[in-house]
Nanobody
Framework: QVHLVESGGGLVQPGGSLRLSCAAS????????MKWYRHVPGKERELVAF????????GYADFVKRRFTISRDNPKTTAYLQMNDLKAADTAVYYC??????????WGQGTQVTVSS
C-alpha cells in the first residue's frame, strides 16, 4: 500500500526555520516526482515546490523562491522541504505528493506549519 507521511511541522516565529520530511513507501520512489503543496482553509491549495524523480530538476513558487529548498534522498525514499525565513503567510497545512507520468498522484496526510509571534 502506498504511504506518504509528512513530519516536521510545528509552531515557529517569523524569520525562523523548519524542515519538513515526507517518508514514502509502497511505490518506486525514484520514478516519481515529488511535490510540496500547502493549503489554508477557505483558500485554494497551492504548489510550493517540486523535484523530479531522478534528474534533480527543481522548481519553486515565486513566493518561496530563495527561502525554501526541496530535496530528496532516493535511497531513503524521503523528500524534504527546508523552509527558512518563514513568514506569517506561510502558515498552512503542508502536503507532499508523488506522481509519475502515468501513475498517481499519491498524497500524504499533511503537517501543520504555524508561523506566529
Amino acid at each position: 500500500q502506498v504511504h506518504l507521511v509528512e513530519s516536521g511541522g510545528g509552531l515557529v516565529q517569523p524569520g525562523g526555520s523548519l524542515r519538513l520530511s515526507c517518508a514514502a513507501s509502497g511505490f518506486p520512489f525514484s520514478d516519481y516526482a515529488m511535490k510540496w503543496y500547502r493549503h489554508v482553509p477557505g483558500k485554494e491549495r497551492e504548489l510550493v515546490a517540486f523535484i523530479s524523480g531522478s534528474s534533480g530538476i527543481t522548481g519553486y513558487a515565486d513566493f518561496v523562491k530563495r527561502r525554501f529548498t526541496i530535496s530528496r534522498d532516493n535511497p531513503k525514499t524521503t523528500a524534504y522541504l527546508q523552509m527558512n525565513d518563514l513568514k506569517a503567510a506561510d502558515t498552512a497545512v503542508y502536503y507532499c505528493e508523488a506522481d509519475s507520468d502515468d501513475a498517481g498522484p499519491f498524497w500524504g496526510q499533511g503537517t501543520q506549519v504555524t508561523v506566529s509571534s
